[in-house]
Structures are given as structure tokens and as C-alpha cells.
């Protein structure tokens, strides 16, 4: 599998978001867990794997419908991150920091829609740009 430089910055961007997001989450209510706490983490990990997914096809079509869906999974972090701060579950510093990160993932996936933005990477690599031995 070959992996676009656009992808991977997506990729890499959108796992420190999963992360923040498992981080922040760890402090909300324990009334919270099935209303936001796991539904705020799946939307996170779902735009981790579309991005996977998507890159993983083998047309720009499919890839296009991946990245559709990856957004809409992102635009769900950004509401629900929006409603916690409203809650007063995260604080402000924290979810404009999440937000600017979603917003920064956001450009990427629409850099990776278009096809002049797609460098290649030398070689096949991974998604953490690791180089994979021929035959794998």
C-alpha cells in the first residue's frame, strides 16, 4: 500500500486528536459514559480509521467516500467537544485546542480529495511512513 504525504498528516494529526479526546474524556461524569464520554470516543477513533480505510481502497472513488464519511465523524468530535466545554466537562484551553486540531485534520482531508495535492511517498510505506519489506 502506498500512502499520500497528505494522508499520513492527516493521520498523524487526527491520532493526536484520539488522543486528546481519550484524555479529556477520562474526567467527565461517570452519568456521561453512554450519553458522551463513548460516543465522543468512537467519533475520534472513526476519524482515525477512515482515513485508514480510505487510503486502503483502490479507487479515488472509494477514497472519496471514505473521506466523506471521515468528516462527518469529525464534525461530530467538533459538536460534541462544543457541548462538553458547554457543560463545563472540558475547559476552554482544552477544547480550542482539540478544535484546532480537528479544523487543521479537516484542511488535510480536503488537501487529499484533490488530486494535484497527492506526493506520493518514495517507496511503500505505512501509514507511520515506516518503510514495509517487499513481499509483505
Not at 466523506?68 to 480550542?96: H, K, N, P
Amino acid at each position: 500500500m502506498r500512502v499520500t504525504q497528505t494522508a499520513l498528516e492527516a493521520w498523524r494529526a487526527a491520532i493526536d486528536v484520539a488522543e486528546d479526546v481519550y484524555r479529556v474524556t477520562k474526567t467527565f461524569p461517570v452519568k456521561e459514559t453512554e450519553s458522551l464520554t463513548v460516543p465522543l470516543q468512537r467519533s475520534a477513533v472513526s476519524v482515525l480509521s477512515s482515513i485508514v480505510e480510505g487510503e486502503g481502497r483502490s479507487s479515488k472513488r472509494e477514497l472519496s467516500q471514505f473521506l466523506s464519511q471521515f468528516r462527518g465523524f469529525l464534525f461530530e468530535v467538533e459538536t460534541q467537544i462544543s457541548l462538553a466545554r458547554r457543560l463545563g466537562y472540558v475547559d476552554a484551553q482544552q477544547a480550542e485546542s482539540i478544535l484546532r486540531k480537528t479544523a487543521s485534520v479537516g484542511q488535510l482531508s480536503h488537501a487529499a480529495r484533490r488530486p494535484s495535492s497527492q506526493q506520493r511517498l518514495p517507496g511503500r510505506t505505512g501509514l507511520r511512513g515506516v518503510a514495509v519489506p517487499a513481499g509483505s
